[in-house]
């Protein structure tokens, strides 16, 4: 499907919606955004020895347009199409009903439950791109999930289909894998301004199938830019069976100033009884320095709004991600052992908010990667600008 053909469907289902909505009187709201980045990078000669010389330039992050549909309070339906990259690809696509505002019951295509960068869209986090910690994160699925919650409590769980279920039939693809999982958030202090939660995230994971290389389990880190789209480090473990992760996240606000952290563990299970285990984490700070405002808690998503007029953000953060098994490595063989290592950075940031549907950010990284194959760790310089609009 071209952009072209995707523009023309979403026009025909937008006026079929309208159509529908003067007959059943649905709310139904157009969404869309667009972020535009620019970067530039700086790299050691052990980097442009062993990735190549990364190239800067200009690229698109995310350019969607989508519906948010209520039907009375029960009922609430949500699609996004992105067309960034020149290619069409889902976004969220789910139906939702809602026992209450605080219970509700969803089955579509939507983010997985795991950590509190799950409770975030792109154009809304302190980072322009995932701290690499999160790239256990597994994104979207298709799946049934129910969320309740009250002042104190937050729990998310479901199950899921493998990414291939999106994509490829089951002739194709070979068995699919699955996915259940659960994020449990407690608020033990959280008022107007000032308070905190912390939360604990579990995942366990069917290996996913693939006629060619049979069941695997895959991580790959790019160096935290969406221009150049290079991988840092990359692990394959093609003789997995299943996967257990876990993550622990807190999250504290006080008026102007906000913390986060999460810190992720895996392990694999793999043929033959060998286990992999990897490791990642970040720490971010952030805070209004120009036109202070307190950052609002979100109970809904157990996140934090970004603030929405003529305000400037300062963030600092530091993150790594250890996808290199020593005593797997030394004692196996693995055949996509090649790319894995670790990675750290440094990061720091400026967002300047026009209002709630315009916003420029810099973000500048210092990242080390050292590879299990490498003797000499590269170092990667990124500078990134970016201009977002949502709405």
Same mark, same amino acid.
């Given at each position: $499907?071209?952009?072209?053909?995707? #523009?023309?469907?979403?026009?025909?289902? #937008?006026?079929? $919606?309208?159509?529908?909505?003067?007959?059943?009187?649905?709310?139904?709201?157009?969404?869309?955004?667009? #972020?535009?980045?620019?970067?530039?990078?700086?790299?050691?000669?052990?980097?442009?020895?062993?990735?190549?010389?990364?190239?800067?330039?200009?690229?698109?992050?995310?350019?969607?347009?989508?519906?948010? *549909?209520?039907?009375?309070?029960?009922?609430?339906?949500?699609?996004?199409?992105?067309?960034?990259?020149?290619?069409?690809?889902?976004?969220?696509?789910?139906?939702?009903?809602?026992?209450?505002?605080?219970?509700?019951?969803?089955?579509? %295509?939507?983010?997985? =439950?795991?950590?509190?960068?799950?409770?975030?869209?792109?154009?809304?986090?302190?980072?322009?791109?995932?701290?690499?910690?999160?790239?256990?994160? =597994?994104?979207?699925?298709?799946?049934?999930?129910?969320?309740?919650?009250?002042?104190?409590?937050?729990?998310?769980?479901?199950?899921?289909?493998?990414?291939?279920? +999106?994509?490829?039939?089951?002739?194709?693809?070979? =068995?699919?894998?699955?996915? *259940?999982?659960?994020?449990?958030?407690?608020?033990?202090?959280?008022?107007?301004?000032?308070?905190?939660? *912390?939360?604990?995230?579990?995942?366990?994971?069917?290996?996913?199938?693939?006629?060619?290389?049979?069941?695997?389990?895959?991580?790959?880190?790019?160096? +935290?830019?969406?221009?150049?789209?290079?991988?840092?480090?990359?692990? &394959?473990?093609?003789?997995?069976?299943?996967?257990?992760?876990?993550?622990?996240?807190?999250?504290?606000?006080?008026?102007?100033?906000?913390?986060?952290?999460?810190?992720?563990?895996?392990?694999?299970?793999?043929?033959?009884?060998?286990?992999?285990?990897?490791?990642?984490?970040?720490?971010?700070?952030?805070?209004?320095? *120009?036109?202070?405002?307190?950052?609002?808690?979100?109970?809904?998503?157990?996140?934090?709004?970004?603030?929405?007029?003529?305000? +400037?953000?300062?963030?600092?953060?530091?993150?790594?991600?250890? #996808?290199?098994?020593?005593?797997?490595?030394?004692?196996?063989?693995? =055949?996509?052992?090649?790319?894995?290592?670790?990675?750290?950075?440094?990061?720091?940031?400026?967002?300047?908010?026009?209002?709630?549907?315009?916003?420029?950010?810099?973000?500048?990284? %210092?990242? &080390?990667?050292?590879?299990?194959?490498?003797?000499?760790?590269?170092?990667? &310089?990124?500078?990134?600008?970016?201009?977002?609009?949502?709405?």
């Amino acid at each position: $499907m071209n952009i072209r053909h995707s #523009l023309l469907l979403a026009v025909t289902s #937008l006026g079929a $919606m309208t159509a529908i909505q003067a007959q059943e009187k649905l709310d139904i709201k157009l969404t869309g955004r667009a #972020l535009f980045d620019l970067a530039t990078y700086s790299q050691n000669d052990a980097a442009k020895t062993q990735d190549g010389e990364m190239i800067g330039g200009a690229g698109i992050r995310d350019m969607r347009i989508g519906f948010k *549909v209520n039907y009375g309070p029960s009922w609430f339906f949500r699609g996004d199409v992105t067309f960034a990259n020149n290619k069409v690809s889902l976004k969220d696509i789910y139906v939702q009903y809602n026992f209450s505002k605080d219970n509700f019951l969803r089955a579509g %295509h939507y983010t997985v =439950p795991f950590g509190l960068s799950s409770a975030y869209g792109s154009a809304k986090k302190e980072y322009l791109e995932e701290p690499e910690g999160n790239v256990y994160q =597994p994104g979207r699925r298709i799946g049934l999930m129910h969320t309740i919650s009250n002042h104190h409590l937050w729990w998310q769980y479901g199950i899921f289909a493998d990414n291939s279920a +999106l994509t490829t039939s089951t002739d194709k693809s070979g =068995p699919q894998g699955f996915t *259940v999982a659960g994020r449990l958030i407690w608020r033990p202090v959280m008022g107007e301004g000032a308070g905190f939660h *912390v939360g604990l995230s579990g995942m366990h994971v069917k290996a996913e199938s693939d006629l060619k290389k049979g069941s695997h389990i895959a991580y790959a880190s790019k160096y +935290l830019t969406a221009v150049d789209r290079r991988n840092a480090i990359a692990v &394959d473990l093609t003789d997995a069976r299943w996967e257990n992760k876990f993550t622990a996240e807190f999250q504290g606000i006080y008026r102007n100033f906000q913390l986060s952290s999460q810190y992720y563990w895996s392990h694999v299970n793999r043929l033959g009884g060998n286990a992999y285990d990897t490791k990642g984490f970040y720490v971010s700070a952030r805070g209004v320095i *120009v036109n202070p405002v307190d950052y609002k808690y979100n109970y809904v998503t157990s996140g934090v709004d970004s603030p929405g007029s003529n305000n +400037l953000e300062l963030m600092l953060g530091y993150g790594f991600l250890d #996808l290199g098994d020593t005593h797997a490595l030394a004692h196996s063989n693995i =055949p996509g052992m090649a790319g894995a290592g670790k990675m750290t950075d440094y990061s720091a940031g400026l967002s300047y908010f026009f209002n709630k549907y315009v916003t420029v950010r810099l973000n500048y990284h %210092h990242m &080390d990667v050292k590879q299990w194959s490498q003797t000499e760790t590269k170092k990667v &310089d990124a500078l990134q600008f970016r201009v977002q609009y949502i709405f």
